[in-house]
């Protein structure tokens, strides 16, 4: 189910403004990629072109290639919407659909597509979902409740189980525990470690224990200064990163002299 | 408020620097009291009489100077400039309290006489003085009105969704922008007379119908519903059309299904406001909907009677004795405003109905 990224001489602009420069990376399939580095350094940038909600934003575009198991998905005639039901995405603060329900939040994906499942079926999707997401028995008994009324660490796994009820290939996350407290945090980084045997996950964090503590692969962007493209410096598996960068920058910011 | 219930009796410390002086609870009710009696007296002394108006404005000058002389010697500059403001904030909202108040009263008692079944199921047919009603012309306010509506919502809301959605930045947005602007401000009367000669022009000089009203009434809601509809959709956080977009669902659905559900309280409430708007109007219907004396619910052909041309026609141009024809204008008159309380209420309840649950 999980698919491998490439991306090639992927330049991201905003209007004129070069944000991210000349990144060439392969993102391992069932496995967790960590993308690190100071703010304002690309990092969200990039990881939002992986399912191009990157154009959402007007006069944004992409120079490059960026392929999904082979398949480009800056090609022409591609459907974004097609990528992104293959590509899912967890946003930095939790936005779960203040006038759904939590099964209905969990559904919406489907739902909105007009993917035609019975009651039954539905409901086991649902539950799948939130079991997968780690929120099945905190939330079992009151489903058909409001989603804004759950906790915020709640409502981040929500938002997880919403996006895992399509069942991507891909699970992207902006910064998914900058919002929640280290419990909620422990128990989303316990559920990337159970989600990578199924998806290709890559994670975007300000946190570096926690890049340490879940990823396979560590990427490292860098900016060389405000109005300066930000670019990938290095990228290996998350033990050689943390223990024997060969880039001195990465070593600095790693240690904390810097950023 | 009442907080007092919640706050627990405290013994007051001897020694505590954080306190200070502080006018006891009985200041303000003490002192509006004696106010009263003060300013009375002085009216009284004035003009020698019992005067209401000069009254109650020599007391409320009274009740804020001595307020804030007795706040400034015993609380301090701070509190008393807090005080003045309270009090001139209340004062204020008194004020516009008072035509709001009047105009209800008036309508109230003016028009409950002839506010009977007969003057709902009556039209003015064949009626020459006392009896009558206004059948008419509450069916012709309901019909234009609905009509108005049915050309104005789907035309106003889709009109703010391409602004708020589609449009941002680009000079087909901006210019519709400048002309909803310029419609919010146009005079009434204009709009009647733009649906009456759109009306001579398409089907012959002279055509005076019920739709020809909800055209003009149409031309005045329009700009209201997508000023309104637009600033809502502008504050749905754009997370929620991300969080849409990341799943897989194209931009109109999530327009329709995420978009308009989350702001949907806010855009039936202006509507509805819209609504309260153009239903009180009068001068566009005299030119395009026209008079008529008789019940007529074809808004395709001939005149319509509506509620304030109804007012309007019994007020200006009563017969002989002028009594029932003044008391059918105040039952009118009241009958309207109920209708448009009727609307605000059910504006509420689909507001409170749709409104996005916190679930606490």
């Known amino acids: 189910m999980s698919k491998r990224i490439e991306a090639k001489n992927v330049d991201i602009y905003y209007s004129k403004f070069k944000a991210v420069e000349d990144v060439n990376m392969v993102i391992e399939p069932r496995a967790v990629t960590a993308f690190i580095g100071p703010s304002g350094c690309g990092k969200t940038t990039f990881l939002r072109t992986l399912n191009r909600m990157h154009e959402v934003i007007p006069g944004a575009y992409v120079d490059g290639r960026i392929d999904l198991d082979g398949e480009d998905l800056y090609g022409p005639g591609v459907d974004p919407v097609n990528v992104r039901r293959k590509v899912g995405m967890v946003f930095q603060r939790p936005n779960p659909f203040p006038t759904m329900s939590i099964k209905e939040n969990v559904l919406a994906g489907l739902r909105l597509n007009n993917k035609s499942a019975g009651t039954s079926e539905q409901d086991e999707i649902a539950e799948k979902a939130l079991r997968g997401a780690n929120l099945w028995e905190e939330v079992k008994n009151r489903l058909d409740l409001p989603g804004s009324g759950l906790s915020g660490g709640q409502q981040q796994r929500l938002c997880i189980a919403r996006a895992i009820a399509m069942s991507p290939e891909v699970l992207l996350m902006d910064e998914p525990c900058s919002a929640l407290d280290p419990i909620s945090t422990l128990a989303i980084e316990d559920l990337i470690q159970e989600l990578k045997a199924t998806y290709t996950i890559v994670i975007v964090t300000h946190n570096m224990q926690q890049a340490a503590r879940v990823s396979d692969t560590t990427a490292f962007f860098n900016i060389a200064g405000t109005g300066q493209p930000g670019k990938l410096i290095e990228m290996d598996s998350t033990e050689k990163i943390f223990s024997t960068p060969t880039v001195k920058a990465t070593e600095d910011y790693i240690t904390g002299r810097f950023g | ?360």
């Open chain 2, 1 to 360: 408020m009442s907080t007092a219930t919640l706050t627990p009796k405290r013994s007051a410390s001897p020694s505590n620097s954080l306190t200070a002086g502080q006018l006891p609870a009985w200041t303000t009710p003490v002192v509006g009291a004696a106010s009263l009696a003060v300013g009375f007296l002085a009216a009284w002394l004035l003009t020698g009489e019992i005067g209401l108006g000069l009254g109650v404005a020599l007391s409320a000058l009274v009740f804020l100077v001595v307020m804030h002389v007795a706040s400034l010697t015993i609380e301090g500059g701070r509190r008393a400039t807090d005080r003045l403001a309270k009090h001139l904030v209340v004062g204020m909202f008194l004020l516009a309290l008072l035509p709001l108040v009047s105009v209800s009263l008036t309508a109230l008692t003016n028009g409950i006489n002839r506010l009977d079944p007969t003057f709902f199921s009556t039209s003015m047919r064949n009626i020459v003085g006392a009896g009558g009603g206004a059948a008419h012309a509450i069916w012709g306010t309901l019909i234009i009105t609905g009509v108005a509506m049915a050309i104005s919502v789907p035309i106003g809301l889709l009109t703010a969704v391409y602004l708020a959605e589609y449009g941002q930045g680009k000079p087909l947005a901006r210019s519709i922008t400048f002309f909803v602007d310029v419609m919010t401000g146009i005079p009434s009367i204009v709009a009647g007379l733009f649906a009456y000669a759109l009306f001579g022009v398409l089907f012959g000089i002279g055509t005076v119908n019920g739709m020809g009203g909800a055209v003009a009434l149409s031309v005045l809601m329009i700009p209201v519903v997508v000023r309104s509809t637009e600033e809502l959709l502008r504050i749905v956080p754009n997370e929620l059309r991300e969080a849409s977009y990341a799943l897989g669902v194209p931009k109109w659905k999530t327009i329709m299904r995420i978009v308009i559900p989350t702001a949907i309280s806010g855009i039936v409430a202006g509507v509805i406001l819209a609504l309260a708007r153009i239903i009180g109007e009068t001068a566009p219907l005299m030119i395009a909907a026209g008079f008529t004396q008789s019940l007529n619910t074809n808004p395709t052909s001939g005149a319509m009677m509506t509620l304030p041309v109804f007012v309007y026609d019994q007020y200006a141009r009563p017969g002989v004795p002028r009594e029932p024809y003044w008391d059918r204008a105040w039952a009118g008159a009241l009958t309207l405003i109920l209708i448009v309380m009727l609307l605000n209420l059910v504006g509420r309840l689909i507001a409170k109905r749709f409104a996005p649950k916190t679930g606490r």
